[in-house]
Structures are given as C-alpha cells and as structure tokens.
C-alpha cells in the first residue's frame, strides 16, 4: 500500500504526526532537488503509455531537446513514455533533465535518462516540485494523470496561486474537442471568463512550442521590475 492510500483511506486509523513529520520531510527533500535546477525550466508531462517511435514520444523527445539547446531544464515525472522521450531529448541537446518519480501500487521505473532525480511517495509534494522550477508546460496526449496535471496547473495560474505563464497543448487534433467543450460549454455558461481560454495554446510544431515559451518568458521578464 502507497503512502498517500494509507493516509487517505477512510476509517483506517493513521499515525497524524508520523505521517505530517513524512510528508514534510518530503516537501524538504524535494526542494533541495530543485533547488539543484540552475536555469529557466519546462515542465514536460503525457503519458506514461507510449512507446518509442510514436508521435507523442518523439514530439517529446524532440521539444526537450529544442528546449536544452536554448538553455533550459527539462522538468518530467521521470517515467517512461512521454516522460522518457522528453528527458532522452533534453539529455540528447547536452541539457539538464530533471525527473520527479512516483510510487505507484503498480511500480513507474524511472527512465535513464535524468541527471536530477527524485522518487515522491506523495503526489501534492511532487506536484509543488514540477510547480516551483517551472516557467511554463507543454502537455503532450495522456490520459488522467495529465489532465490532472493540466487542470491543476490552469487553476493556479487563473486563481493567481502562482505566475501567468503558458501552458502549451502538444497535438492540436488531441485536444481540439476538449477545446471546443471549454469554448462550447464552459465559456458560453460563464463558467469561465474570455481570458481562461487564453491561457491555452495549441500546436504541432515543436519549434512553435519552445519559441512560444521563450516569448512568454522574456515578456515576463521585461515586465517585472529590477
């Protein structure tokens, strides 16, 4: 049994102090990995499901390592598909590729492609930690694990908990009906504001998404005072 079920499993009863004294422990061995991250960063999520050779892996493999070759840090859960194609790019651009692993009842491996690594018990300390680093996300296809992370990541940025930065959809054709239901149905009922849409930029181009990035970065930074 992972950590989080075991705290998050009712009625079992759990250590309180035990289990807070863990997860701040976590918290704290996290940051000390970012605090490794010596330069602007991505946070590169998808799915864990795919293969080498297919589209998403290689689109991943590709924007990592356009990414490394400007500068950056590439930030991934650290497992395979998705994840393994954009630290092997990252790592193939002479870059820094960083991957936050899981625990999961049915074990993620970790690829072999990450310089800085860590392996979380806790999904809400990792999550910080692909949070913190980051200067923006490109989201690659997957299934609830990314979209939790994609909608996670836009409830931050539109609730002003952290910066607005860009949050980029990797393979416009994937996301276009998910993009027409937030237009069609969450937009139309006022479920969202005009500007939340905004927050979403599709693409097929690996070169559009890393310029993309890059565009919104320098204009952040024009923007902040010295």
Not at 119 to 138: L, N, Q, W
Request: proline residues 6%; glycine residues 10%; hydrophobic residues 40%.
């Amino acid at each position: 049994m992972t950590d989080d079920r075991q705290i998050l499993d009712h009625p079992a009863p759990f250590d309180i102090d035990a289990s807070v004294d863990k997860i701040a422990a976590e918290f704290r061995a996290g940051f000390e990995k970012v605090a490794l991250i010596d330069r602007p960063a991505v946070a590169l999520f998808g799915s864990a499901r795919v293969k080498e050779g297919s589209a998403p892996y290689e689109s991943a493999r590709a924007v990592g390592k356009r990414f490394a070759e400007v500068g950056w840090a590439v930030v991934t859960g650290g497992g395979g598909g998705v994840m393994e194609g954009a630290n092997r790019g990252a790592q193939e651009g002479n870059g820094l590729s960083v991957g936050f692993n899981i625990v999961l009842p049915h074990e993620q491996a970790p690829n072999p492609y990450v310089d800085i690594g860590y392996t979380f018990e806790h999904f809400y300390a990792r999550k910080v930690c692909f949070v913190r680093p980051s200067e923006g996300f490109v989201i690659f296809p997957g299934g609830f694990g990314t979209l939790d992370e994609l909608y996670e990541s836009l409830t931050l940025i539109q609730t002003g908990t952290i910066k607005h930065f860009p949050v980029v959809l990797f393979d416009t054709e994937y996301w276009r009906e998910m993009i027409d239901w937030i237009r069609g149905d969450l937009l139309a009922d006022g479920m969202i504001a005009a500007a939340d849409l905004e927050l979403l930029h599709p693409t097929d181009d690996p070169d559009e998404a890393v310029d993309y990035v890059l565009e919104c970065y320098e204009r952040r930074r024009g923007d902040t005072p010295r």
